[in-house]
């Protein structure tokens, strides 16, 4: 999803400068669009026991109002960059920015958890459509010059939403209410959608052809709904027959997934891909580094109003010292990773992200926010800086700078995918009850049993980085692994942002997203791909 192609597949430059009038709309118009999605991924957690409180819904309810957006998100999001390549980058991000301010006008009126479940699954598509292609729309408006300033500041600006989404979504919680935690996104939805009619060039990729991988998206997301239901259903169901049926039907769907993918033309995840040792292996790191942050961020904010008895302004607030740190400090460490290599920060930053979830035990009732809550928060931030910016790094290093894109789109949907798990495995791992969050005895204890898992799956994703990541990854390139690549540009159109041209030979790619603040998934990131000159 790079610059705009000729008949013969090279970028066609693009011309808009940050500079101008005009670039400066296309910038705000893309952040303003990621940022709805951003932003909603933080502050409805905050919101969380005020739902279940409002809708009377079990903690099934709650763990559902967050799974069924990350289910659709995660199994149509790498979809949704290969059809706006095809139709229309700007026609399939304004579209998917009408279909999300719906959806969440759906979410802000529901009148029960069933109907809030439905809507939420509905905003996923739309945040599918809409997050790659505001990438898209960057890499393929500005002049290759202003490409790479383009892409820091949406990858900046969009730091700050994640940053301040749960200070706003406390304060509209305890203001107006849950519901406007939904509602919001209707107004910035209008603003987006005629800045994006009146300033944004239309632009899609005149060499994409071929069937849309459907089939393959569709297995991906009912594969990981079998398994989501069997364990959100387990705690209070046990082992029936619906429960078994449905954790084996999600194994069998995913292995059609896999066989269907190796079997296609142009599949959605090239099965080649993986041949890079390289990739694979910090895949799995971000599958269990990513599983831990959706576990802490679900249940924290539960534990900090249920337990220790914030209001819900109070939580987001006292959730900041993370995602500030991430803000300051990430492109610190992106140098720093640079430098001495991916595999000690790989190994460290999960470590130390371990340590703070286990001291962020002690907010327990009548905790001290300095001395009870901040410190497990500033070590667990101070983890995810160390981590966070290397890993992209290293996803993008891993393989050909013509599969950048497709790259960071496989690693952004791995991080989604599991945290969906996470959020539905560990109440059942830490013997949660279907009341659990109304009770704060209960639920500090198995808070802590809770944080135990996390840790433990942490220190997996360390072992897995010490022993399996290059400490000259960076500086070599995923090819080196004996990636089997695809020919050159063949991966870029189901990219979620990505490259132009194909490259003369296999080169390393580098990011160009300095700024990482969403704690739900790496920041998609198109590398070097569209502008090699940039270095």
Same mark, same amino acid.
């Given at each position: 999803?790079?610059?705009?192609?000729?008949?013969?597949?090279?970028?066609?430059?693009?011309?808009?400068?940050?500079?101008?009038?005009?670039?400066?709309?296309?910038?705000?118009?893309?952040? @303003?669009?990621?940022? &709805?999605?951003?932003?909603?991924?933080?502050?409805?957690?905050?919101?969380?026991?005020?739902?279940?409180?409002?809708?009377?819904?079990?903690?099934?309810?709650?763990?559902?109002?967050?799974?069924?957006?990350?289910?659709?998100?995660?199994?149509?999001?790498?979809?949704?960059?290969?059809?706006?390549?095809?139709?229309? /980058?700007?026609?399939?991000?304004?579209?998917?920015?009408?279909?999300?301010? @719906?959806?969440?006008?759906?979410?802000?009126?529901?009148?029960?958890?069933?109907?809030?479940?439905?809507?939420?699954?509905?905003?996923?598509?739309?945040?599918?459509?809409?997050?790659?292609?505001?990438?898209?729309?960057?890499?393929?408006?500005?002049?290759?010059?202003?490409?790479?300033?383009?892409?820091?500041?949406?990858?900046?600006?969009?730091?700050?939403?994640?940053?301040?989404?749960?200070?706003?979504?406390?304060?509209?919680?305890?203001?107006?209410?849950?519901?406007?935690?939904?509602?919001?996104?209707?107004?910035? %939805?209008?603003?987006?959608?005629?800045?994006?009619?009146?300033?944004?060039?239309?632009?899609?990729?005149?060499?994409?052809?071929?069937?849309?991988?459907?089939?393959?998206?569709?297995? !991906?997301?009912?594969?990981?709904?079998?398994?989501?239901?069997?364990?959100?259903?387990?705690?209070?169901?046990?082992?029936?027959?619906?429960?078994?049926?449905?954790?084996?039907?999600?194994?069998?769907?995913?292995?059609?997934?896999?066989?269907?993918?190796? /079997?296609?033309?142009?599949? &959605?995840?090239?099965?080649?891909?993986? /041949?890079?040792?390289?990739?694979?292996?910090?895949?799995?790191?971000?599958?269990?580094?990513?599983?831990?942050?959706?576990?802490?961020?679900?249940?924290?904010?539960?534990?900090?109003?249920?337990?220790?008895?914030?209001?819900?302004?109070?939580?987001?607030?006292?959730?900041?010292?993370?995602?500030?740190?991430? @803000?300051?400090?990430?492109?610190?460490?992106?140098?720093?990773?640079?430098?001495?290599?991916?595999?000690?920060?790989?190994?460290?930053?999960?470590?130390?992200?371990?340590?703070?979830?286990?001291?962020?035990?002690?907010?327990?009732?009548?905790?001290?926010?300095?001395?009870?809550?901040?410190?497990?928060?500033?070590?667990?931030?101070?983890?995810?800086?160390?981590?966070?910016?290397?890993?992209?790094?290293?996803?993008?290093?891993?393989?050909?700078?013509?599969?950048?894109?497709?790259?960071?789109?496989?690693?952004?949907?791995?991080?989604?995918?599991?945290?969906?798990?996470?959020?539905?495995?560990?109440?059942?791992?830490?013997?949660?009850?279907?009341?659990?969050?109304?009770?704060?005895?209960?639920?500090?204890?198995?808070?802590?049993?809770?944080?135990?898992?996390?840790?433990?799956? @942490?220190?997996?994703?360390?072992?897995?980085?010490?022993?399996?990541?290059?400490?000259?990854?960076?500086?070599?390139?995923?090819?080196?692994?004996?990636?089997?690549?695809?020919?050159?540009?063949?991966?870029?159109?189901?990219? %979620?942002?990505?490259?132009?041209?194909?490259?003369?030979?296999?080169?390393?790619?580098?990011?160009?997203?300095?700024?990482?603040?969403?704690?739900?998934?790496?920041?998609?990131?198109?590398?070097?791909?569209? !502008?090699?000159?940039?270095?």
């Amino acid at each position: 999803m790079g610059g705009e192609r000729t008949g013969g597949g090279q970028p066609r430059a693009a011309g808009l400068r940050l500079s101008e009038r005009r670039g400066k709309w296309v910038l705000f118009t893309t952040v @303003l669009g990621s940022g &709805m999605a951003l932003l909603d991924g933080t502050v409805v957690n905050v919101a969380l026991p005020h739902i279940g409180e409002d809708l009377g819904a079990g903690l099934a309810g709650l763990q559902w109002t967050v799974n069924a957006y990350l289910l659709t998100l995660a199994g149509l999001i790498l979809l949704g960059g290969a059809l706006g390549d095809r139709y229309g /980058r700007r026609r399939v991000f304004t579209a998917g920015v009408v279909w999300f301010a @719906l959806a969440s006008v759906l979410c802000g009126l529901a009148p029960d958890a069933g109907v809030l479940v439905a809507a939420r699954a509905l905003q996923g598509v739309g945040g599918a459509l809409l997050t790659p292609g505001s990438l898209a729309l960057l890499q393929s408006t500005f002049h290759p010059d202003d490409r790479a300033r383009a892409v820091g500041a949406w990858s900046g600006l969009g730091g700050v939403a994640a940053a301040v989404g749960p200070f706003v979504g406390g304060w509209l919680v305890d203001g107006p209410g849950w519901r406007w935690v939904f509602l919001i996104n209707a107004p910035l %939805a209008l603003v987006c959608l005629v800045a994006a009619r009146r300033h944004v060039p239309e632009t899609r990729d005149t060499a994409a052809s071929g069937r849309f991988d459907v089939a393959g998206a569709a297995l !991906a997301a009912f594969a990981l709904g079998g398994v989501t239901y069997a364990l959100i259903a387990a705690p209070e169901q046990g082992l029936s027959a619906v429960v078994a049926g449905s954790a084996a039907g999600g194994v069998v769907l995913g292995a059609a997934f896999v066989r269907l993918e190796r /079997r296609l033309a142009a599949p &959605m995840v090239p099965p080649a891909v993986f /041949r890079s040792r390289q990739f694979t292996a910090v895949n799995a790191v971000t599958l269990c580094v990513y599983a831990a942050f959706g576990g802490f961020f679900f249940l924290s904010v539960v534990q900090l109003q249920v337990v220790v008895g914030y209001s819900a302004l109070q939580a987001g607030v006292a959730l900041l010292p993370t995602t500030l740190l991430m @803000l300051l400090l990430s492109s610190r460490s992106g140098a720093l990773g640079q430098r001495i290599g991916p595999r000690l920060p790989l190994t460290a930053g999960p470590l130390l992200c371990a340590g703070g979830m286990l001291l962020f035990t002690r907010a327990g009732p009548g905790a001290s926010y300095p001395f009870d809550v901040l410190p497990g928060l500033a070590v667990l931030g101070t983890g995810m800086v160390l981590l966070v910016a290397p890993l992209t790094a290293t996803v993008l290093a891993s393989v050909d700078v013509s599969r950048a894109g497709l790259a960071s789109g496989v690693n952004n949907a791995v991080a989604r995918a599991a945290g969906l798990v996470a959020v539905a495995a560990l109440p059942l791992l830490a013997g949660m009850g279907p009341d659990a969050y109304r009770n704060p005895a209960a639920f500090d204890a198995s808070f802590g049993r809770a944080m135990t898992w996390c840790a433990a799956v @942490l220190a997996v994703g360390a072992v897995v980085a010490w022993l399996s990541v290059r400490g000259d990854v960076l500086e070599s390139g995923g090819e080196a692994e004996g990636g089997g690549a695809e020919k050159p540009g063949e991966a870029d159109g189901a990219a %979620a942002g990505g490259g132009g041209g194909a490259p003369e030979g296999p080169r390393p790619c580098g990011p160009r997203c300095r700024t990482h603040c969403a704690v739900s998934a790496p920041p998609l990131d198109p590398g070097d791909a569209a !502008a090699p000159e940039q270095g």
